[in-house]
């Protein structure tokens, strides 16, 4: 059987407050297998976002580690994290942070130009990756221009230009009305399943996560509950 390209182990988080401190986390364990997606369920508070900061190399754990493809990210320099979160994960989050001041394409060359690859080559990428996300005829069209299911499409574009081995989404669809949030949660899947990459979605949308091989449950920082 394969590796798992993701082992999460004994994480725990702590937050410090003047009123004591706050366990976002306490000894998490679960594991991923390529290709396969992920739910991430519980309510708010639960510290669902908490977990996906720290696997996706955003934020550090106070106990615990996570293994991405065999490395152990809590003994990587920042900039080291950084060329991790670079050129093995993608993350679209539930509001998109595009940059107004840039166009559709222009947003999407972003991740390639920060990994140094020649401009016209990261246009010929994000220009194919926009294409067949449905956006072709959105190319020079500015954030604002963009409906909210097109920029969040951008966003799911922007994520996926270097072709990560792991894709990470928080609440990818809670800012969307259920039809296009529909069509969105189709175009992950449709990622996942065709291009294999890895999938774990954060939510409290039980539907979506009914979609995913995989659910774990979140209460109190603590998996309460394991499916599929």
Known sequence: MNEPI?????????FPHPRGEVRALQEVDFEVYPGESLAVVGVSGAGKSTLLHIIGAIDRPSKGKVILEGEDLSLLSPFQLAQVRNQKIGFVFQFHHLLPEFNALEN??????????EKKQAETRAKKVLAELGLENRFYHRVGELSGGEQQRVAVARAVILEPKLLLCDEP????DPEIGRKVEDLLLELNQKKG??????THNESLAQRMQKRIRLFGGKIIAREG
């Open 173 to 176: 669809t809670g800012n969307l």
């Open 108 to 117: 999407v060359m972003m991740p390639a130009l920060i990994s140094r690859m």
């Open 197 to 202: 990459i890895t999938l774990i979605v954060v």
């Open 6 to 14: 993701l082992k999460v182990i004994e994480l725990s988080k702590v």
